[in-house]
């Protein structure tokens, strides 16, 4: 069997000091972080144009 190197993602606020993974899926952390920003930080969720450009770059990146 050969060696090989995948991916694992982790979602973490340095504010509150805790985060959530490893994720095999980008969208997996990233879904984590918009809603630990919406519980406790009073940030919106998934629903902004900012979040649909950080989601379209990371499938640009895989």
């Not at 973490?12 to 994720?23: I, R, S």
């Amino acid at each position: 069997m050969s060696a090989y190197c995948f991916p694992v993602y982790n979602a973490y606020c340095a504010e509150c000091a805790e985060g959530d993974g490893p994720h095999d899926y980008a969208d997996d952390a990233a879904e984590w972080a918009a809603n630990h920003n919406a519980e406790n930080h009073n940030e919106d969720d998934r629903t902004d144009a900012d979040y649909d450009h950080y989601k379209e770059s990371l499938r640009d990146q895989q």
